[in-house]
C-alpha cells in the first residue's frame, strides 16, 4: 500500500495537468504542483476549504450542485470557469472522477483540469490584474514566462515545438516625438489590440517592455511560426489614427523555437530578442529566426507558396488520371485524380513537393476546389461523349475536409457540372478521422448523403482503430502500397493484405489495391479477392486525352 501511495504522489508531482482530489462532500484534501501553478494558490488557502468556492459566482449554480453530487460517474465539462489567485477567472474543461468505498458509495473525488484546455482569462469585475500591463491588458512577462514554461512541460512530453517570436516596433521613438506620448500609448494599445485578434488560443500574446511585445505558440513545423510572423507583419501594416493623422509602422520580429535554441523561457528570450536586432538592422518590418538556417528554409517557403498562388491564377496546374483496373475482365472501371503542377520554370513539379506546404498555408483549400471540379467537369465530358461511366475519386486534405462549406463545394461542382454525385468519390486519411470521432463521422454522413463515395486512402499506415471502421459510413478502403509492393515474397505483408481484403468485404466495402507494380501482384490480388487495382502495371496516372483512350465506347 505504502508503494501505492508512492506511486499517486509521483504520477501527481509528475503530470501538467492540475489535480484535486477532496473528500465526498467537498473539502479539498490534496492539490498537486501543476493545481498550484495553474491556480497561484498556495495549498495552505486551499487544504481544508470547500472546493466550491473556486467555482462559485462565475457558473451556472445547477452546475456546481451537480459537482459534488452523490454516485457521481465521471463527468466531463468541456467549459468551466475557476478562480485564479489573483481574481481573474480561467476557463478550461473540467474532469471529475470519484473513487468509491467497499460500499460503492463515493469516498473521494478527483477533480481534473487538462493542461491543454486552459483557454484563457476572463475578467472578473473586482479583478486585481496582477501579472497584466496596465497600459495594453495583455499579459506581461511573468505570465509570458509562466505559459511559456507550461507549454514546454506540454511539448516535452508530446514531443512537439513551441515558437516565441519577440517583436519592436521599428521607430516607435519618431511617433512618441512627433505626436507625444499620449499618441504613442493610444498606438501600443492598438497594437495589443491588433495582436490579440491574430493569435489562436493556444497562444499568448504578451507586452514585454516599451515598444516590445511577444507571442508564444505551439507549433506543429517551423512553417507555422512563419505563419504567425506573417500575421502580425500584416496586422501591423495597416494604418494606425492618431490625431487626425494616418501613422504607418512595422515590426522586426524575433524568432526562436523551443526544443532546438533553447530549453527555458530565459533561453528563448535571449535567442529571440538577438533575432530581432538582426532583422532590425536589416531594415525591420520582417521576421528573422534565431537558428540561421531556419531563415533560408522559411525564404523558400515563401517563395514556393508565392509562386503557388500564381499558379492557381495562372491555371498551371494540371490533373493527370490514373485507371483503376477490374483485374477479371481488364476493364477501367474507374480512376483517381492526381494534381500536377506545370511550373513554365521548374518544369513539372510532384504533389509530394508542393501538397504539404499548400496545406500550411491553407492553399490547399482553394487548390482542392479547383480539382474537385475540374475532375467532375471532365468525368461528366467523358459521360456525354459516349464513353461508359467510370468512378472518379478526388484527394481531400485535412483542412478541406474539415472546411466547414465543403459540402457546398462539392455540391456546387456536382451541379455545376451535371455530374450525378454516384461518379464521385472522395479520399480521405485515417489520420484525419482519428482526433474527433464524432464529427469526423457526422461530415462524412454528411457527404454519404450527397450521394458521393467515400474512401480511406492509405489504409493500413495510419492509427484508426478497428473498432471505429465499423461505424465510418464510407464505401471503399485502399490497401496502400506498403502492403502491396512485397506480397510475393514477404509472408507478413500477404497475411496482412488478404486479412484487409477479407475486411473489407465482412463490412461490405469496396476494396482497391494502389501500386501493384509487378505481375506477381495482380495475380496475388486478383486471387485474393480485391475488386479493383490501381498502379503502374495497369497504366501510370495519365494525362486526359490518354486516359479516355483507355475508355470503353459504349
Ligand atoms: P495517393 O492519393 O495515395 O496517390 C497515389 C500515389 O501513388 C500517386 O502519386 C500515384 O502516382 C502513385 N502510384 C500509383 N501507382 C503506383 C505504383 O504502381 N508504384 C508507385 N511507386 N507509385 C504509384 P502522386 O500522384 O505523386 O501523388 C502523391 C500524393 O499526393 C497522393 O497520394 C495524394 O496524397 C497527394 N495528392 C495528389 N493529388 C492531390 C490532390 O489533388 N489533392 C490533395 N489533397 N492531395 C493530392
Ligand atoms: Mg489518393
Ligand atoms: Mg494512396
Do not use: C
Given at each position: 500500500m505504502v508503494e501505492t501511495e508512492a506511486l499517486f504522489s509521483a504520477v501527481?508531482?509528475?503530470?501538467?495537468?492540475?489535480?484535486?482530489?477532496?473528500?465526498?462532500?467537498?473539502?479539498?484534501?490534496?492539490?498537486?504542483?501543476?493545481?498550484?501553478?495553474?491556480?497561484?494558490?498556495?495549498?495552505?488557502?486551499?487544504?481544508?476549504?470547500?472546493?466550491?468556492?473556486?467555482?462559485?459566482?462565475?457558473?451556472?449554480?445547477?452546475?456546481?450542485?451537480?459537482?459534488?453530487?452523490?454516485?457521481?460517474?465521471?463527468?466531463?465539462?468541456?467549459?468551466?470557469?475557476?478562480?485564479?489567485?489573483?481574481?481573474?477567472?480561467?476557463?478550461?474543461?473540467?474532469?471529475?472522477?470519484?473513487?468509491?468505498?467497499?460500499?460503492?458509495?463515493?469516498?473521494?473525488?478527483?477533480?481534473?483540469?487538462?493542461?491543454?484546455?486552459?483557454?484563457?482569462?476572463?475578467?472578473?469585475?473586482?479583478?486585481?490584474?496582477?501579472?497584466?500591463?496596465?497600459?495594453?491588458?495583455?499579459?506581461?512577462?511573468?505570465?509570458?514566462?509562466?505559459?511559456?514554461?507550461?507549454?514546454?512541460?506540454?511539448?516535452?512530453?508530446?514531443?512537439?515545438?513551441?515558437?516565441?517570436?519577440?517583436?519592436?516596433?521599428?521607430?516607435?521613438?519618431?511617433?512618441?516625438?512627433?505626436?507625444?506620448?499620449?499618441?504613442?500609448?493610444?498606438?501600443?494599445?492598438?497594437?495589443?489590440?491588433?495582436?490579440?485578434?491574430?493569435?489562436?488560443?493556444?497562444?499568448?500574446?504578451?507586452?514585454?517592455?516599451?515598444?516590445?511585445?511577444?507571442?508564444?505558440?505551439?507549433?506543429?513545423?517551423?512553417?507555422?511560426?512563419?505563419?504567425?510572423?506573417?500575421?502580425?507583419?500584416?496586422?501591423?501594416?495597416?494604418?494606425?489614427?492618431?490625431?487626425?493623422?494616418?501613422?504607418?509602422?512595422?515590426?522586426?520580429?524575433?524568432?526562436?523555437?523551443y526544443p532546438t535554441d533553447g530549453q527555458d523561457f530565459d533561453d528563448l528570450l535571449k535567442d529571440s530578442l538577438s533575432a530581432m536586432q538582426y532583422a532590425k538592422q536589416d531594415g525591420g518590418s520582417q521576421y528573422r529566426f534565431f537558428a540561421s538556417d531556419m531563415n533560408a528554409k522559411a525564404k523558400n517557403r515563401l517563395a514556393l507558396e508565392k509562386r503557388m498562388r500564381a499558379a492557381l491564377v495562372n491555371e498551371e496546374f494540371v490533373l493527370f488520371y490514373q485507371p483503376k483496373v477490374e483485374p477479371s475482365t481488364n476493364r477501367v472501371k474507374g480512376g483517381e485524380a492526381l494534381i500536377r503542377w506545370r511550373d513554365p520554370v521548374h518544369g513539372m513539379i510532384s504533389p509530394g513537393e508542393f501538397i504539404p506546404v499548400a496545406e500550411e498555408t491553407g492553399l490547399i483549400v482553394d487548390i482542392g476546389t479547383w480539382v474537385m471540379r475540374k475532375a467532375c467537369f471532365q468525368v461528366k465530358a467523358w459521360q456525354d461523349a459516349g464513353y461508359a461511366p467510370v468512378k472518379m475519386s478526388v484527394n481531400v486534405s485535412s483542412m478541406q475536409f474539415k472546411a466547414k462549406d465543403l459540402l457546398d463545394k462539392v455540391k456546387a461542382a456536382l451541379a455545376d457540372s451535371k455530374l450525378d454525385a454516384k461518379w464521385l468519390e472522395l479520399e480521405i486519411t485515417e489520420s484525419m478521422l482519428m482526433n474527433d470521432v464524432e464529427g469526423a463521422i457526422a461530415r462524412m454522413q454528411a457527404v454519404r448523403d450527397l450521394g458521393c463515395g467515400l474512401s480511406i486512402d492509405d489504409f493500413g499506415t495510419g492509427y484508426s482503430s478497428l473498432s471505429y471502421l465499423g461505424r465510418f459510413p464510407i464505401t471503399t478502403l485502399k490497401i496502400d502500397r506498403a502492403f502491396v509492393k512485397d506480397v510475393q515474397d514477404n509472408q507478413n505483408t500477404a497475411e496482412i493484405a488478404r486479412a484487409i481484403i477479407g475486411l473489407s468485404r465482412g463490412l461490405n466495402l469496396e476494396v482497391v489495391a494502389e501500386g501493384a507494380e509487378l505481375k506477381e501482384h495482380i495475380d496475388f490480388l486478383k486471387e485474393n479477392g480485391c475488386d479493383s487495382i490501381q498502379g503502374f502495371f495497369y497504366s501510370k496516372p495519365l494525362e486526359a486525352k490518354d486516359f479516355e483512350a483507355k475508355l470503353t465506347k459504349l
Open positions: 501527481l508531482d509528475a503530470t501538467a495537468d492540475a489535480v484535486m482530489v477532496t473528500d465526498r462532500t467537498g473539502v479539498i484534501r490534496r492539490i498537486n504542483p501543476a493545481f498550484e501553478k495553474l491556480t497561484w494558490f498556495d495549498p495552505s488557502m486551499l487544504l481544508g476549504k470547500d472546493a466550491r468556492e473556486l467555482f462559485s459566482d462565475i457558473n451556472d449554480d445547477q452546475f456546481l450542485g451537480e459537482l459534488w453530487a452523490e454516485g457521481a460517474a465521471p463527468r466531463h465539462y468541456p467549459q468551466v470557469r475557476s478562480k485564479h489567485a489573483d481574481g481573474r477567472a480561467q476557463v478550461h474543461a473540467l474532469s471529475m472522477t470519484s473513487v468509491n468505498d467497499a460500499a460503492g458509495q463515493p469516498s473521494q473525488f478527483v477533480a481534473v483540469i487538462l493542461s491543454e484546455s486552459l483557454q484563457g482569462d476572463i475578467n472578473s469585475t473586482e479583478a486585481r490584474r496582477v501579472g497584466y500591463d496596465a497600459l495594453t491588458n495583455l499579459p506581461d512577462r511573468s505570465i509570458l514566462a509562466d505559459r511559456v514554461e507550461q507549454n514546454i512541460l506540454n511539448a516535452k512530453r508530446a514531443n512537439k515545438s513551441i515558437a516565441l517570436l519577440v517583436m519592436g516596433l521599428d521607430r516607435f521613438a519618431l511617433v512618441n516625438d512627433a505626436l507625444g506620448y499620449a499618441a504613442g500609448d493610444q498606438m501600443l494599445r492598438e497594437v495589443a489590440e491588433r495582436l490579440a485578434k491574430v493569435i489562436r488560443v493556444s497562444d499568448t500574446a504578451a507586452r514585454l517592455d516599451g515598444d516590445k511585445f511577444a507571442v508564444m505558440t505551439p507549433i506543429a513545423a517551423i512553417d507555422d511560426s512563419v505563419i504567425v510572423a506573417e500575421k502580425v507583419l500584416n496586422a501591423i501594416k495597416k494604418p494606425f489614427h492618431l490625431k487626425d493623422e494616418e501613422v504607418f509602422v512595422t515590426f522586426s520580429i524575433g524568432i526562436s523555437i
